[in-house]
């Protein structure tokens, strides 16, 4: 079988006095989706951005395409990251945020054209080409002159997903990208998003529609209080939970 495109071991992160992750793992295979769901302060954003050290775990192992994360440690807890391999990861990994995190100072076409001149070292002209292309692909060639103050939101965050795209990121993570939109702008991230699973990328995200996770799903992991509760296939997670805690999550969000 081929090598994981992420495999996470045993995660444990805590802020100060409060576990927040209690040893949680995830293996994601090329062409995954994977959705994790869970209520309010289970764990769910601490644990994706662990995914790509924005967040440094304290304990725990890592592996990205194959290779191991060198972790340096200190009394058995994670302080540092291999800065080579730190960047690699965060080159290949790209995160879209539920705030957008777009550059207010910068159009959309800028604002994906950055990245790939500064970390890839491709050229403005190249890099513009490429930011065209994607916002055509999202929908959104004519605002590629539009600041982000000047988007709805929907659209902001369709930027932010070709701002990810530009990079060609061997996995995508997503933490909540349609929280922050009005119910009517949902649907059109929801819509690309779906797009980019079938084009079999490799995704990883934290999200509150249920209906979405159960569509898009290979794997859903219900985190509980910073431990998986239950994972599983779509179907068998939505259709038969059989944690208990599982079933009254899904109950008050379905
Ligand atoms: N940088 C931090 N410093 C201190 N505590 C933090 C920090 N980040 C998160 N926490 C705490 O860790 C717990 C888990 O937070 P996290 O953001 O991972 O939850 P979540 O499942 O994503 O919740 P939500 O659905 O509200 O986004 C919470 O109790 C939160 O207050
Ligand atoms: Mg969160």
């Known amino acids: 079988m081929k090598k994981p495109v992420l495999e996470a071991k045993n995660i444990r992160k805590s802020f100060g006095d409060l576990e927040v992750l209690k040893s949680v793992s995830l293996t994601a295979r090329a062409h995954n989706v994977i959705s994790i769901i869970g209520s309010s302060g289970s764990g769910k954003s601490t644990f994706l951005r662990c995914l790509n050290c924005l967040e440094l775990p304290d304990e725990g192992s890592l592996a990205f395409a194959g290779e191991e994360i060198e972790f340096s440690r200190r009394r058995g807890k994670i302080v540092k990251a291999d800065a080579r391999q730190l960047l690699a990861l965060r080159a290949q990994t790209a995160m879209v945020f539920q705030s957008f995190n777009l550059w207010s100072f910068m159009t959309a076409a800028e604002n994906i ?21 994607l916002l055509q692909r999202v929908g959104l060639y004519d605002k590629r002159n539009s600041y982000p103050a000047q988007l709805s939101g929907g659209q902001s965050q369709r930027v932010a997903i070709a701002r990810a795209l530009a990079m060609n990121p061997k996995l995508m993570l997503f933490d909540e990208p349609t929280s922050a939109l009005d119910p009517q702008l949902v649907g059109e991230v929801l819509a690309l998003m779906r797009e980019l699973a079938e084009e079999g990328r490799t995704m990883i995200l934290v999200t509150h529609e249920m209906a979405f996770a159960r569509e898009v799903s ?30 009254a999550f899904l109950r008050r969000e379905m």
């Open 113 to 133: 054209m950055l990245a790939p001149q500064k970390v890839l070292g491709i050229s403005r002209p190249e890099a513009r080409e490429r930011a065209e292309h």
């Open 218 to 247: 290979d794997k859903v992991i219900f985190l509980y209080q910073g431990v998986i509760e239950e994972q599983g296939t779509a179907k068998s997670l939505f259709d038969t939970p059989k944690s208990a805690r599982c079933r």
